[in-house]
């Protein structure tokens, strides 16, 4: 594509200026940085037609050119790949020929190889200070393991809509939300009982955003907390900022981040302060890091975390309601034999349920068929009895939880940051 | 691969942390690598005793101090269990010994200044708060129970070194129990439950708190406005009012009959009023939960 003679470079940032939403002038403007040898600007505005059409492989194939002309081979191999996954790859196009090795668009696994984990163990290696032996099981690139989207969450459509709008939005088109002077930016907590899919949301979350995803888990923190914790979890932000865009998951942020006024060691605090200093140094020096937390102790968090430009957002991720649990269990139950189930009623009968006690019911309600079968050796499917016995015989985990956040809301004067849960109480009559 | 030592810190720090579970079982992984290691049964003492299984807990400190009878932490961890059963003489016996094997450790002396107070040897308890501020003017535990043994002996010096603790550490939350616990004794119950509702939103699960801050609110709350009096004088102030009843319905009747009659009602209804509205208004906030 050539630029039409009408347009100057100043004619272009006029009119970008004047809509910077018109994906053919930054277009033109990006080709014609790149020809005027402005290798680093002209990244810049492919990166920002990448974002605006995420789906699209042509701004990628151009993202991948820059990062190779820049030198930087493994990121720009990064963005091939990606691109290779897109419905619209084209492999004639003329710019793969300064490109190599070409990917395929029939073999989209060529991205989760790039991305994978031994790549993000080698980055996390070449960091200054960096640990070798941070456990990698939990450092995953979304692309390399199971992908999960919005679409995949059962249920939450309410939260998925208020996420969609507060956090992958301003965080795919960072412009329009500049220019409606509403705030972006900071991290998201994500809290609520376990397991209610704080940690799949998170990880729908970074689909969504078409982010590199890297969680730190609980076994991650243990190995933190060993030699110089400080160095290991800048390491982990520094990964992060290597990777945009990124999306940095920490799971059990309480963890981490347990509050300075209860905690006695002073490594606690040290490595609290440290977290900050990350989390305010990322939102100075990289606008494409994502940091999402998930905990089912927010009153554990530290205080300073909820502040603004931090962790100032907090989700509310309840217990599945009625319809959810129905689905869950209508779901989870595809191709195994059942006889006529009413899912609608199991859903009502299992109040409080979270999905993680949703498949301890079916393991139960599966027991007791499997024993039944073996002694009477007469097979048969799982019937509504079976699964409304397990449900009687299980008990939402949820409760206790529930329970503990009500005094918080009820005698604590909870505010802001629990007013979804004092609605859920009340909507749930446990207020 | 982390070492033992560093798998038996990872376990401190996540007792710490307040998660028991992932304790245990990081616990287990390196007990089974070190079975011989009383660091091991010090920390499944400790969280034994947050678990609140203190027999459990006193038979690993036990297993421990026979591996190690020298060993400060097993020791305070002994005393810990037997003042939480309420077994002072027996955690009086620990801590003397532990003070004669480290007389400089300020929070030894800390520790028996507790078990003092809460025996009621205030004077006792005085000597060695003082005892344990001259061995470290800085240990937080040792500042604690200054201030605590001059709210108990009602010292007039004691609000500013509250006061003085807030400034200088004002997110601790031993320094807001502090403050709560003074704020009290004061009867500034606005405030009071203020600083309660907070400490509540950093520890959901302290029932005892909770009803606390019901009683609190109950205080604060317009509908025991007319109880103040009482509520902030208590006996002294019951027996005030009786008296001024009395004087005033004898004074009235002697001017006019219909009066004293009026204000004999009034006083009686007042008596009902406060034998009545507690109950009902426990039971109100306890509903409706702490409304600002």
């Known amino acids: 594509m050539t630029q039409p003679p009408s347009h100057t470079r100043d004619s272009l940032e006029a009119q970008l200026l004047r809509d910077p939403f018109d994906p053919g002038i930054r277009r033109l403007y990006a080709e014609m940085l790149l020809r005027l040898g402005e290798v680093e600007a002209s990244l810049e505005q492919w990166r920002l037609l990448v974002r605006q059409s995420p789906e699209a492989a042509d701004p990628r194939i151009a993202v991948a050119l820059c990062l190779h002309r820049l030198g930087r081979e493994s990121e720009s191999a990064e963005q091939l790949t990606a691109a290779g996954s897109c419905s619209d790859f ?71 809509k208020t996420i969609r709008l507060s956090v992958i939005q301003p965080f795919l088109q960072p412009g329009l939300f500049e220019r ?77 981040a347990f509050s300075r006024s209860k905690a006695r060691s002073e490594h606690t605090r040290t490595l609290v302060n440290e977290f900050l200093n990350q989390l305010d140094g990322m939102s100075g020096r990289n606008h494409q890091v994502l940091v999402l937390g998930a905990t089912n102790m927010p009153w554990d968090v530290d205080d300073a975390m909820k502040r603004p430009g931090r962790f100032d957002r907090q989700v509310f991720v309840p217990p599945p309601d009625e319809a959810a649990r129905a689905e869950m269990f209508r779901q989870k139950l595809l191709g195994v034999p059942c006889e006529a189930l009413d899912f609608a009623e199991l859903g009502q009968l299992s109040r409080h349920f979270s999905g993680a006690d949703i498949d301890g019911v079916l393991e139960l309600a599966k027991e007791t068929v499997l024993t039944e079968i073996l002694e009477s050796d007469i097979e048969r499917g799982l019937s509504a009895a079976d699964l409304q016995e397990a449900i009687g015989e299980s008990a939402p985990s949820t409760l206790e939880w529930l329970k503990t956040v009500r005094n918080v809301v009820k005698f604590g004067g909870g505010g802001r940051a629990y007013r979804d849960v004092e609605k859920y109480l009340r909507r749930e009559k446990m207020f | ?64 101090l026979a591996r190690d009878p020298h060993n400060l932490a097993t020791g305070e961890l002994l005393y810990e269990i037997l003042a939480q059963q309420k077994r002072w003489a027996e955690a009086e016996r620990i801590v003397i010994e532990l003070i004669r094997a480290h007389p400089t450790d300020a929070d030894l002396f800390a520790s028996y200044c507790h078990l003092m107070l809460c025996t009621l040897h205030v ?29 108990v002996r009602g010292d007039a010096s004691t609000q500013y070194q509250v006061e003085k603790l807030v400034s200088e550490d004002p997110e601790s939350r031993w320094v807001v129990t502090l403050l709560f616990t003074s704020l009290v004794d004061q009867k500034r ?33 317009w509908i025991a406005a007319p109880a103040r009096p009482l509520a902030r004088w208590g006996w002294f102030g019951a027996a005030a009012l009786w008296v001024l009843a009395l004087v005033t319905i004898r004074l009235a009747s002697a001017l006019q009959s219909t009066v004293a009659l009026w204000l004999a009602g009034a006083y009686l209804a007042y008596c009902l009023y406060t034998w009545i509205y507690p109950p009902l208004l426990r039971r109100w906030i306890r509903h409706r939960g702490i409304v600002p």
């Open chain 1, 90 to 160: 084209d492999a004639t196009d003329s710019r793969l020929e300064e490109l190599d090795p070409r990917p395929t668009p029939d073999n989209p696994h060529d991205r989760m190889e790039s991305a994978s984990p031994a790549p993000l163990r080698a980055n996390l290696r070449s960091i200054p200070g960096g640990r070798t032996d941070l456990p990698v099981a939990d450092v995953v690139s979304i692309g390399s393991t199971d992908v999960i989207r919005f679409s995949d969450v059962v249920g939450m459509e309410k939260l998925k």
């Open chain 1, 180 to 256: 409606f002077k509403k705030k972006t930016g900071g991290g998201v907590l994500l809290y609520g009982p376990p397991g209610c899919g704080k940690t799949m949301m998170a990880r729908a979350i970074a689909t969504e955003c078409d982010a590199s995803f890297t969680a730190v888990g609980i076994s991650d923190i243990l190995n933190l907390w060993s030699g110089q914790s400080e160095q290991n979890l800048s390491a982990i932000f520094e990964m992060a900022r290597s990777q945009t865009p990124a999306v940095l998951f920490f799971d059990e942020l309480d963890a981490l």
């Open chain 2, 189 to 221: 119950f606005e405030e009071a439950l203020r600083v309660g509702q907070q400490l509540l939103r950093a520890n959901p699960n302290n029932t005892a708190l909770t009803e606390a801050l019901v009683e609190l609110r109950m205080q604060t709350h």
């Open chain 2, 1 to 64: 691969m982390s070492t033992t030592a560093e798998s038996f810190d990872s376990v401190a720090r996540l007792i710490e942390i307040g998660r028991l579970g992932d304790a245990k079982r990081l616990l287990g992984q390196a007990i089974a690598h070190e079975p011989e290691n009383p660091r091991g049964e010090l920390l499944a003492g400790h969280i034994a005793l947050l678990e609140g299984n203190t027999a459990a807990a006193e038979t690993y400190a036990s297993a421990a």
């Open chain 2, 123 to 151: 004077d006792k308890a005085s000597e060695l708060s003082k005892e344990a501020l001259r061995l470290d003017p800085q240990n937080d535990r040792a500042r604690l129970m200054g201030v605590l043994v001059g709210l």
